[in-house]
Each structure stands twice: as structure tokens, then as C-alpha cells.
């Protein structure tokens, strides 16, 4: 998939997972997308977190299908997906840049007075140094994505990124509610992405715009040599003329491979000005010639090169990192919502009365376990009749839930002494039971925090390590609106 298929995938996953009751698309029609392009997909083959080939393409074709039938469904479905977008690169940029380089190698680039072509007094030294250090940091960047300087200058994408954010904030009225939510939820899994895209293109762009100015400095040696004659000539403080031809020698030896022209040293010497006077200066062409192939040889082609390594890793890169999303749960929770069939789930509520909102809460998070089509039949355990309970019950199917509260603190005498009772009459009936421990936090919105939440499962997981197949925690957003959470 490319950036665009990425984007496309997770304003989906997001819009999904930030409207769990489905206010902007109903349970019905993501069932519908599902069973539309699953191709036979099962929830049991999503084993990892990771994206698989055939669960990517799965992805990606149920979010084309959902965004074609977007089309003509209700204002604020479209608004909210109009939200959904990530700070990016825009070419006009690029190429406003790339302008502004070309122009700036055009004017910075001199062939001297008086008609003389000055070889040392051009700027082409310091270029070729800037650039050689560059080139090789580039290099670096690009065939050693794990090294310290593959890292650098991402804060760069960060900062452009909050920027156009900050700005495009000041624009919007303040979302609220689900719309809030789900853009929150996109942001948190497009931005990282965005921002390494923008980095990486950000590289690929300034390398061009090196090999623009480059070519400014080139295409100006021939613009200005057209309608006026130059002579070559060389001073130096520094070089004397052996120093002079070694150096020279060496500065244009690779254009002179590259393009088969030779380096004509032995005009050295006559072309050096000393004392004001020179004794025989050279034919310039030549010396241009070797001047413009150096640029295109040491600067234009490593920069170009450069570029295009930049733009065949910047979607591998992309795609790696987004495959890496978490994706199983939200796999699996997309997949049962098809599977199930009318199957009928046995769920042994513990000291609770439940009411509508808590049904609805243990509905969803029976279907996301056991798929969307299974049914959920309810028993209530009293308080302090568990024994009595265990010892008459008898179980209708393999799959059990038992509910207990989550804010009791549990005891092996009681609630561990409970769930092995149960499962031992299971396992009367059933070689291989699947017990689920589902634990309601309806009681806990916005009073404890996520770490006392998460503190809390961890006892009830150790309390039944051993006897349950799986610990579920379900709880309410602090919006009010119910959302079960697979531990």
C-alpha cells in the first residue's frame, strides 16, 4: 500500500475505535464492510500484532469499500473524515525551492574580469567539500537507518508538523464529543508516521535542490562564456606551480575519466599570474568543460542518487512502521463481528444487578470475544451462594463467561474457589472448556485511574492464573459511552 492507502486505512481504524458505539457508522455497516472483504479471513489466523500480507490487503479493501459508500451517507460522517488529515510536504514547495537554487547557481557563479577565467577564485572547492561532507551523512541516513545520524533532524518534520497543526487549529471551531475523540485517535496513529515521511522527504527535496544549484553553477559557465571571450588563468598565495598542477590534476581527475578529457597540465605554467602579469593564459573552454563535469560528477549525480535511495525507503519505511501499529485486537475485533453464528454464550453473573447499560457493556464484549453473531444468556450468582450455585450447575455449551465486579478485591476462598468449581463441572461435559473471566469497571469511570485499573486486572489475573482461558476488562469512557477493553 502507499501513503495514501495508509491515510485511507487509518482514518478508519480510527473512526472505528474512537466511536465504539457507533454514532457515525453503525455496528451493521462495518459488519457489512467486513463480510465484503474478508475473502475468507478468519479471526483465529490474526496471531500477532504485526500486519500479515493478506490481512494488509484485507485492510486496505475494506476501507476503499467503506470510503466508496461514504458517499451520500450522512453530513456528519463526511465532516468528521474531513478532520482526519496530517501535516505533509505540499510540491509547490518543492518546486519554489528547487527554482530558488537554480537561480541562486546561476547568479553565484563568476567566471571573473577583465575576461579572465580565474580557476583558483571560483567557488568550487568549498562546494565540493560542503557537499562531500553532506553526501556522506546522506549516505549514512540512507544505507544506515539504524545509525545515530539516521536519526537526526526529525525534530525539523516535528516542529513543520505542530506549525501547520497550530494553524490549521486556529481555523476549526474546537471539536467535541466523538469527533474529538476520533481525531485524537488519528492523530495518535498518523502523526508519527507523517512526521518520518516528512523527514525523509524533506531530505530527498534539499538533495535536489543541491543538484539544482549545481547545475546553475554549470549552465552559467556556458551562459557567460557564449558572448564573451576568457583565458584561463591561476594565482595563489599558497600553491606554487607544482602544487598548483597536483592539485588541479586531482580536482578534475574524475571528471576527466568520466567524461574522457584530458586535464591540460602542461598549460600550468603559463597560465599562472604572478607579479600582475601572466605569461601565456589558456583557452577557457576546456578548463569549463572540466569545471561543469566536475559538478555534475562529484555533486549532481551523488545528489540525484541520493535522492532517489530517499524516495524508494520512504515507503518501505512508512510501511514497515505502520505494520507494526498494534493491529491485532482491532483485526480480531473487525473478524468476530462476522463469525459466531447464532452461537449461545452461558455468562454467570456474580453479586451484580445488572441494568441496561451494563448489558450493553457485556453484550459487546462478548461478541468482540466470541464473535458478532453470538448471543449472550445471563445467570445470576448471589453473594454467598456460590457452593450451592456450583454444585447444580450445569453448563450448555463449551465456552463460558463468568462476570465478577471489578472494583471487589478477590479471595481464593470465595471468587477463585468459584471459577475452579465451575470449571471442574465443565469439565464433566467438555474435554476443552474456554472459561473467560470478564470483569465490569462500569462502577469506575472517571473515579480510578488507569494505573489503579490496570493494578486491580493484574490481581484478578493472578487470582485465576490457571483456572481462566482469558482475563476481559470492560469499562466506560469517561465520555459515558461504553468500551470494552481486551486484556
Not at 120 to 137: D, E, F, K, R, S
Not at 261 to 287: C, N, Y
Amino acid at each position: 500500500m502507499d501513503w495514501n492507502d495508509w491515510q485511507r486505512v487509518l482514518k478508519w481504524r480510527a473512526l472505528e475505535e474512537g466511536d465504539a458505539d457507533g454514532v457515525l457508522v453503525n455496528a451493521e455497516r462495518r459488519r457489512e464492510a467486513t463480510a465484503h472483504t474478508r475473502a475468507g479471513l478468519a479471526s483465529e489466523e490474526i496471531t500477532g500484532d504485526g500486519l500479515e500480507e493478506r490481512s494488509e490487503s484485507f485492510l486496505d479493501k475494506r476501507a476503499e469499500w467503506l470510503e466508496r459508500e461514504a458517499v451520500g451517507w450522512r453530513g456528519e460522517l463526511i465532516r468528521v473524515l474531513e478532520l482526519l488529515c496530517v501535516p505533509q510536504g505540499c510540491w509547490s514547495w518543492a518546486f519554489a525551492g528547487w527554482a530558488l537554487a537554480l537561480l541562486t547557481g546561476y547568479w553565484f557563479t563568476d567566471l571573473g574580469q577583465a575576461g579572465e577565467f580565474n580557476l583558483l577564485a571560483l567557488p568550487l572547492v568549498g562546494l565540493l567539500a560542503w557537499n562531500a561532507v553532506v553526501i556522506i551523512l546522506g549516505l549514512l541516513c540512507e544505507l544506515m537507518p539504524t545509525s545515530a545520524v539516521a536519526g537526526r533532524g526529525g525534530w525539523v518534520a516535528e516542529f513543520l508538523a505542530h506549525g501547520i497543526s497550530r494553524m490549521g487549529k486556529a481555523t476549526k471551531e474546537v471539536e467535541s464529543g466523538v469527533a474529538e475523540t476520533v481525531r485524537s485517535r488519528y492523530e495518535e496513529l498518523a502523526w508519527p508516521l507523517a512526521w518520518r515521511r516528512l523527514q525523509m522527504r524533506l531530505r530527498m527535496w534539499l538533495h535536489v535542490a543541491a543538484a539544482l544549484l549545481a547545475i546553475g553553477g554549470a549552465v552559467a559557465l556556458y551562459a557567460r562564456g557564449w558572448s564573451h571571450e576568457y583565458r584561463a588563468v591561476w594565482e595563489s598565495t599558497l600553491l606554487g606551480e607544482k602544487d598548483a598542477s597536483a592539485f588541479f590534476e586531482t580536482l578534475f581527475k574524475p571528471a576527466s575519466k568520466v567524461l574522457r578529457v584530458p586535464v591540460p597540465l602542461d598549460q600550468i605554467t603559463g597560465m599562472h599570474r604572478t607579479s600582475g602579469k601572466v605569461e601565456k593564459p589558456a583557452p577557457a573552454l576546456p578548463w569549463i568543460n572540466l569545471y561543469a563535469g566536475t559538478l555534475l560528477v562529484l555533486i549532481v549525480l551523488p545528489r540525484l542518487l541520493l535522492a532517489g535511495l530517499g524516495a524508494a525507503r520512504c515507503g518501505r519505511v512508512v510501511s514497515q512502521t505502520a505494520r507494526a501499529l498494534s493491529w491485532g485486537s482491532y483485526l480480531r475485533t473487525l473478524l468476530r463481528a462476522v463469525e459466531g453464528g447464532s452461537e449461545r454464550i452461558q455468562v454467570l453473573v456474580h453479586a451484580i444487578e445488572p441494568t441496561a447499560t451494563h448489558r450493553e457493556l457485556w453484550d459487546r464484549g462478548v461478541r468482540e470475544r466470541f464473535g458478532g453473531m453470538a448471543r449472550a444468556e445471563y445467570v445470576r450468582i448471589p453473594a454467598g451462594e456460590e457452593d450451592e450455585f456450583a454444585a447444580v450447575w450445569q453448563p450448555v455449551c463449551a465456552n463460558l463467561v463468568m462476570l465478577f465486579n471489578m472494583a471487589t478485591t478477590p479471595e481464593a476462598e470465595v471468587q477463585r474457589r468459584l471459577v475452579s468449581d465451575v470449571r471442574q463441572r465443565l469439565l464433566t461435559k467438555h474435554a476443552e472448556p474456554e472459561l473467560i473471566v470478564l470483569l465490569d469497571g462500569t462502577s469506575l469511570a472517571g473515579r480510578w485511574s488507569p494505573e489503579k485499573i490496570a493494578g486491580r486486572e493484574q490481581l484478578w489475573s493472578q487470582m485465576v492464573e490457571g483456572l481462566a482461558s482469558e482475563v476481559i476488562v470492560a469499562v466506560l469512557k469517561e465520555s459515558g459511552r461504553a468500551k470494552p477493553l481486551v486484556s
